[in-house]
């Protein structure tokens, strides 16, 4: 257990739809990771949030956007969504001062029909 | 952003050491090496860094070569448990990580 939690574990909707997954990072961790994991593209970095504050931007759509809250807990919003974006999205969280190490956690798997 | 390349596939048998290579031919200076691997079902999970010194841990080994431009996790003994991807990772100064394909380890019993 890495101590990163992530919510929902499993999510189905519908083409067009919009939804929000969330992420809780370990106790301590002041930057949250976001990948997305699907068969043909791999894990690739979305966005990073470091206490509050977007810190770096990967292959991220401008219909995905991202949050980091004062408590800590981050949330990746998805909208119009559709079939491609159906992958694996994980959350990974550090403590910003180590840069080296992050934990994932166990992911969200999204299908859209 | 440096890549890193490693081979799709590799097997071992239970209990024997593991050698998975990763090369790496355009790492600058400051790049880190990082391996994670993923478990069937699992976020990925860290294993083992180093810059340019050789590092050992609970978990594996890491082996620089001295050029930098390629490196070797080993697992001294593998286990069924260690069946998994492994991804070599070179970090700079973004703080993101860029993953490759990974090499898929299976353990024969």
């Known amino acids: 257990d890495s101590g990163v939690t992530q919510t929902p574990k499993h999510l189905i909707t519908a083409t067009g739809q919009r939804v929000t997954l969330r992420c809780s990072p370990r106790s301590g961790d002041l930057s949250v990771y976001w990948y997305q994991q699907s068969l043909d593209q791999g894990l690739q970095f979305l966005i990073q949030?470091?206490?509050?504050?977007?810190?770096a931007k990967g292959n991220i759509l401008e219909r995905f956007s991202a949050q980091q809250f004062p408590d800590l807990h981050s949330e990746l919003n998805l909208s119009s969504l559709e079939l491609g974006d159906s992958a694996l999205y994980f959350c990974?969280?550090?403590?910003?001062?180590?840069?080296?190490?992050?934990?994932f956690g166990p992911g969200t798997r999204l299908t859209v029909l | 952003d440096a890549k890193t390349t490693q081979p799709n596939s590799m097997e071992s048998n239970e209990e024997e050491p593991v050698h998975l290579p990763c090369n790496h031919s355009t790492i600058s200076g400051t790049d880190y090496i990082h391996w994670y691997r993923q478990l069937p079902s699992q976020g990925p999970e860290y294993v083992i860094h180093?810059?340019?010194s050789n590092v050992n841990n609970r978990m594996a080994s890491l082996a620089i070569a001295e050029d930098r431009k390629s490196s070797t996790l080993i697992l001294h003994r593998a286990t069924l448990r260690d069946a998994a991807v492994y991804y070599c990772?070179?970090?700079?100064?973004?703080?993101?990580?860029?993953f490759g394909t990974g090499t898929r380890l299976k353990v024969l019993a």
């Open positions: 949030y470091y206490n509050g504050e977007e810190r």
């Open positions: 180093g810059l340019t």
């Open positions: 990974a969280s550090s403590d910003g001062t180590s840069l080296y190490t992050q934990y």
């Open positions: 990772i070179l970090r700079d100064g973004t703080y993101k990580y860029i």
